[in-house]
């Protein structure tokens, strides 16, 4: 059956939890995942603000922002976007009730446990039918998570009881698959994204064109078409491997690249030196743009 089975409000810096809905599920998968969520609870703050833990059965989904991490646990067929937006509402809900001092000043667990009618309300209309939100939520959330996915983890069941029985020291194997953050786009960036536009624009006029008149009365310029079209592809992979990341990245520049410069030199005749000196300079100051922009990968420090 596809719902939220639990949910809760954590303090990320030390995982202390703060509310809690109150209903109980005995069977083994639960209890199990239950240990799971709060041995992932501590250590919060090493992953980014969204993250999911993908079970057979049950999956935990956890969206943290400033102070608190609100934490759920669901079927596995339950909809990623809908337990996203859940979550969303909740932390919405809990902020709105307490303010970051008070979050700050909580020493035991359960310090709100009042907020539990709230969770257990919110939980009900999300299993029954619709968030009060959640329609004005979908599309945002919907469109967050595929600019940025949440982080992945797989928590081994052996390791993770080892880790809780010493103490939950460095016992819990996480696996995280990376979310990919490229370093702040550069004025020289920009200025080659605009230029890398600019010369895109310039080829799919020119070869727009030029198709218009070899479909109809030449056909042997057809070469000239495809050199043309060739490097208005080539502008726009580019301008993409600048903003995001890609494995073979090197690879693929140096591909494009070269493609640039050929199907310039074989429009020599149709294109002066200058014009083709151009075109290949931009394409240069893009390539290096695309190999100099570095990763910002968040590494987790398990154990720390």
Not at 104 to 112: D, E, G, I, M
Not at 260 to 270: A, D, E, K, R, S
Request: hydrophobic letters at 45%; aromatic letters at 12%.
């Amino acid at each position: 059956m596809s719902m939220i089975f639990f949910a809760c409000v954590v303090r990320v810096r030390d995982g202390l939890p703060l509310s809690a809905s109150t209903d109980f599920h005995f069977n083994q998968d639960f209890l199990e995942c239950r240990k799971r969520l709060k041995a992932l609870s501590s250590i919060l703050a090493q992953y980014p603000s969204r993250g999911t833990a993908k079970g057979r059965d049950l999956s935990i989904h956890f969206l943290s922002s400033g102070d608190i991490a609100c934490m759920a646990i669901c079927s596995s067929n339950y909809s990623t976007i809908m337990a996203f937006c859940f979550l969303e509402e909740l932390q919405w809900e809990f902020t709105a009730s307490y303010d970051t001092t008070s979050i700050s000043l909580a020493s035991r667990p359960y310090a709100f446990l009042e907020f539990d009618n709230i969770i257990q309300k919110v939980k009900g209309h999300f299993n029954s039918a619709r968030g009060s939100r959640t329609e004005a939520n979908w599309e945002k959330i919907e469109e967050e998570l595929k600019f940025q996915p949440p982080v992945q983890l797989k928590l081994e069941d052996t390791e993770l009881m080892n880790g809780m029985a010493n103490g939950g020291h460095a016992g819990v194997h996480v696996e995280v698959v990376p979310t990919y953050r490229m370093q702040r786009v550069t004025p020289l960036g920009i200025l080659s994204l605009v230029l890398n536009i600019m010369c895109g624009a310039l080829n799919l006029i020119r070869g727009v064109h030029l198709a218009e008149y070899s479909f109809q009365e030449d056909h042997e310029g057809i070469g000239n078409v495809i050199a043309f079209i060739l490097p208005f592809l080539a502008c726009v992979f580019q301008c993409y491997l600048y903003l995001f990341y890609s494995s073979a990245r090197k690879v693929k520049t140096f591909v494009l690249f070269f493609s640039v410069c050929f199907c310039n030199i074989y429009l020599y005749g149709l294109r002066n030196l200058w014009q083709i000196a151009f075109h290949i300079g931009v394409a240069s100051l893009s390539s290096y743009q695309i190999l100099t922009r570095q990763l910002l990968e968040k590494q987790p420090d398990c154990g720390v």
